[in-house]
């Protein structure tokens, strides 16, 4: 029998389908990326001055920016599809709104090596490209004109990459996106009620249940959703109460990449380099707004951040699209147990 499950902090259904029971060899989806030589890639060290100039970036000391000796580099989109220089104005024609494509659209070079990426890459390397995440939220949340930051990774062709030098990339948006405005929404809901934080509450559940844990630290958790709308789905969250991810300290932040580095060499392993995405949903930065007075109050004690991976390994189709549920071919059961038993 299949089971719908209800995926509270998304607002949505899964309908899991074990008859459709697909194990990790069933997916033969492969992260493919161009075979561009490092000769041709523009995000190679040395060529810095083919890229717009530098935002921020972690680099050896003594070296100038838009020179090599950096780790991680942080430079706006030569393609973006939304500029800081646009007017975040409204307008609109009779039923239909517009806003001028104002916001930022960043490119994070995760590192100089053409060959590396999040499934080979040291707990160092990890860790610089976090601490660069929390540097941009926290440089991008001075901006007022900007109301939210979106961190999010695509990995390989079939998850929306075209360049094959390992990278991520941030969009801030004058606006909250409708996603984490649900996420939030869902969240004053549940506090409303039960004074307690969603999220913490799910992290305690599974802890004692244990059967969709993948991987835990001191401070961090990985499973994978009850209600996951993908296969092989996983969420990274802290396991104390933290609504801001941009907050994290440098220990923290040792953590989180411990958990994001085993979450993703375990994908690797179980599905054999599958494309991915993930994305953080944190705290969005404090802006007066007329339409929601007191929107802000209480966020820090129901809003809880979280890392999600989405491998794409399974297509949403007309059922999806029309519906708005997913159907999810292996269940987070089984899909936590091979992730956990996986030899790295
Ligand atoms: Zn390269
Ligand atoms: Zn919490």
Not at 335 to 342: D, H, N, T
Request: proline share 9%; charged share 30%; glycine share 4%.
């Amino acid at each position: 029998m299949s089971e719908l499950r209800y995926n509270y902090l998304w607002d949505t259904w899964s309908v899991i389908a074990p008859e459709r029971e697909r194990r990790p060899h069933d997916y033969p989806v492969h992260a493919y990326m161009s075979t561009v030589p490092p000769e041709k890639c523009p995000f190679e060290p040395g060529k810095e001055r083919i890229t717009p100039h530098e935002i921020f970036a972690i680099r050896e000391p003594g070296t100038e920016p838009d020179s090599p000796g950096w780790k991680v580099r942080v430079i706006p989109n030569k393609y973006p599809a939304l500029r800081i220089e646009a007017p975040p104005e409204r307008k609109g024609t009779c039923i239909y709104d517009r806003v001028g494509g104002f916001g930022a659209h960043e490119i994070v070079i995760e590192t100089p090596d053409h060959y590396k990426t999040f499934y080979n890459f040291s707990q160092k390397e990890v860790e610089l490209v976090l601490t660069t995440y929390r540097e941009r939220i926290k440089s991008l949340s001075g901006d007022k004109r900007i109301s939210y930051i979106l961190v999010f990774k695509n990995y390989g062709r079939d998850a929306g990459a075209s360049i094959s030098h390992s990278h991520s990339q941030i969009i801030a948006t004058p606006q909250i996106p409708e996603k984490v405005e649900r996420v939030i929404e869902q969240s004053r809901r549940y506090y409303a009620t039960k004074r307690r934080c969603y999220l913490c509450d799910e992290i305690n559940l599974e802890l004692n249940l244990m059967d969709r844990i993948v991987y835990e630290n001191e401070e961090i958790v990985v499973y994978c959703p009850f209600a996951s709308l993908f296969p092989f789905q996983m969420r990274i969250t802290p396991k104390r109460h933290r609504a801001s991810f941009q907050e994290s300290t440098d220990e923290e932040i040792k953590l989180i990449a411990d958990a994001l580095r085993q979450a993703l060499k375990r994908l690797y392993k179980a599905l054999v380099n599958p494309p991915y995405n993930f994305f953080i949903h944190t705290k969005p930065p404090e802006r007066e707004r007329a339409d929601r007075p007191n929107y802000f109050k209480g966020m820090e004690s129901f809003f809880h951040w979280y890392i999600e991976i989405i491998p794409r390994i399974s297509i949403p189709a007309g059922f999806e699209f029309g519906s708005g549920y997913y159907i999810n071919p292996t269940s987070p059961e089984t899909a936590a147990k091979f992730l956990r038993e996986v030899v790295l």
